[in-house]
């Protein structure tokens, strides 16, 4: 995924944009970047690579070096940024958020003749940042230009762009991602995650619509586009990717993930399979919360019988190699013994994508003694790989987990009657959740239905994105 953050004010704008950007770190893992412009000194820029470095200690030492009272920052899971551009359209600095699915055709499309050229990084891809400012660039003014690259764009993307003395702020098309403006007396910040700015003294100002474009400047927001008509913001956003105080379309994640454990145990008990256990708990960290509902409703005791150790290893998926990744996530957990052995435990998880560590969780319970180990997911199976931001992306659509047990039971013939396999009342639901429990060594298994997921959200159906679960495009 990616997240962005930005500040122009009537004060230096540093440390604004240095605790803003890092108060998205929770959304990548790859580089960081940030850029600011100053009357003097011009434009300046650094970024760095934070796999396994964070971010605040990557950037520390660049602070001093920095001056300003504009500049934008981000981290990203995809390509190095921000970007710094000179075209007709003058000098300005870019960063993105989102995936271009049709990027090399963009370029063999357009910009493949003479004169043109992109820098190629190690993979041989380019930049998709990069190639936004290209179709930004092929009109005459920033605002024709961000409508054109929208248009053009299969996937999505949200920008931030910095000028000498502005910043414009584009949601992508159909408002994936959030994007909020805060304002205090020195200025105005735009943000991801409203409370980024927060906790640096700002007040919520404005709400991007899906597709809308802004100016910002210290005085406040200047509507440069107007919003589109639908929304389309990704449900993962609150069971997943949104750190517990974040706001998106006056939903809060921390509410919407205890409201959605609760509306799975309710169901469960509607339906009769809700398990007799000795405790709930929560895959740390993100599916505590959907935990403490489950809890709540089933009036079952909430408890912690492993945490994870995360001082020197923040985020197990932060090594490059497989095998790596793997032995960071096991030695990560650590059991605590009188809270397993000889009971009955029951876990609820953010989601189930790949499912690569829940069987090394299973075996490590049971080797600590458990009894019983029921899962549950606080979404729907996951049946698609997103294909218009970056989570679930995968090399095939057969690397998640539903996917490739239901090719393991009935081969192609599956994929006919995957919404089947997702409703787990049906026969075919019940067939798929049995053999997942096989395969990982589950006592029982359940899935939050896309109902209860919506329900626990609280917008409209048409207003969520639901692709990774049912298919359904715009």
């Not at 009537?10 to 998205?24: L, M, S």
């Not at 995968?394 to 996917?403: F, I, K, Q, V, Y």
């Not at 589950?442 to 994105?465: H, N, P, T, W």
């Amino acid at each position: 995924m990616g997240g962005f953050f930005g500040a122009v004010t009537r004060k230096n704008c540093i440390y604004d944009v240095f605790f803003g950007v890092d108060y998205h770190s929770h959304l990548g893992t790859r580089r960081g970047g940030m850029a600011f412009f100053d009357t003097d000194r011009g434009f300046q820029r650094q970024i760095h690579n934070i796999e396994n470095t964070p971010f605040r200690t990557k950037f520390e030492g660049d602070l001093a070096k920095f001056s300003g009272h504009i500049g934008i920052g981000c981290i990203s899971d995809t390509d190095p940024q921000p970007l710094l551009v000179r075209s007709h359209l003058g000098m300005f600095a870019i960063s993105t958020v989102g995936i271009i699915n049709n990027a090399e055709a963009l370029v063999e499309e357009t910009f493949s003749g003479p004169g043109h050229q992109f820098m190629a990084m190690s993979s041989g891809k380019v930049n998709t940042t990069e190639l936004t400012a290209a179709l930004i660039n092929q009109k005459e003014s920033i605002v024709d230009g961000i409508r054109h690259a929208q248009e053009r764009i299969d996937g999505s993307s949200t920008m931030l762009i910095m000028q000498k003395d502005c910043i414009i702020a584009a949601r992508d098309r159909v408002g994936r991602l959030p994007v909020h403006v805060g304002q205090s007396e020195d200025g105005c910040c735009v943000s991801f995650e409203s409370f980024a700015y927060h906790k640096l003294g700002y007040e919520d100002c404005y709400e991007l619509g899906p597709g809308e474009i802004v100016k910002i400047t210290p005085e406040g927001v200047e509507q440069l586009s107007p919003p589109g008509e639908k929304l389309k913001i990704c449900a993962f956003l609150w069971a997943y990717y949104g750190y517990p105080n974040s706001n998106y379309e006056g939903k809060n994640v921390e509410v919407m993930r205890c409201r959605n454990g609760e509306i799975m145990a309710r169901n469960e008990a509607e339906n009769g399979t809700l398990p007799e256990v000795d405790c709930v708990a929560g895959i740390p960290d993100s599916g505590v919360p959907h935990a403490i509902g489950y809890a709540n409703y089933s009036h079952k005791p909430y408890a912690r019988p492993f945490v994870k150790y995360t001082p020197t290893w923040a985020r197990s998926f932060m090594p490059q190699n497989q095998e790596i990744r793997k032995k960071v996530a096991e030695m990560k957990q650590i059991p605590v013994p009188e809270l397993i052995e000889g009971k009955k435990l029951l876990f609820v998880d953010d989601s189930i994508v790949r499912g690569t560590q829940l069987r090394e969780t299973v075996d490590f319970l049971y080797e600590s003694g458990a009894k019983e180990v029921h899962m549950r997911s606080a979404c729907p199976p996951i049946m698609y790989g997103c294909k218009y931001l970056n989570f679930s992306s995968s090399n095939s659509e057969m690397e998640l987990l539903a996917r490739k047990t239901i090719q393991k039971l009935e081969g192609d013939e599956g994929s006919k009657h995957i919404r089947e396999y997702a409703d787990s009342s049906t026969t075919r639901g019940k067939c798929m959740l049995k053999a997942i429990c096989e395969e990982m060594g589950f006592d029982s298994l359940g899935y939050q239905s896309l109902d209860g997921l919506l329900e626990a959200i609280g917008l409209e159906r048409e207003k969520v994105c639901t692709y990774c679960w049912n298919g359904r495009e715009d």
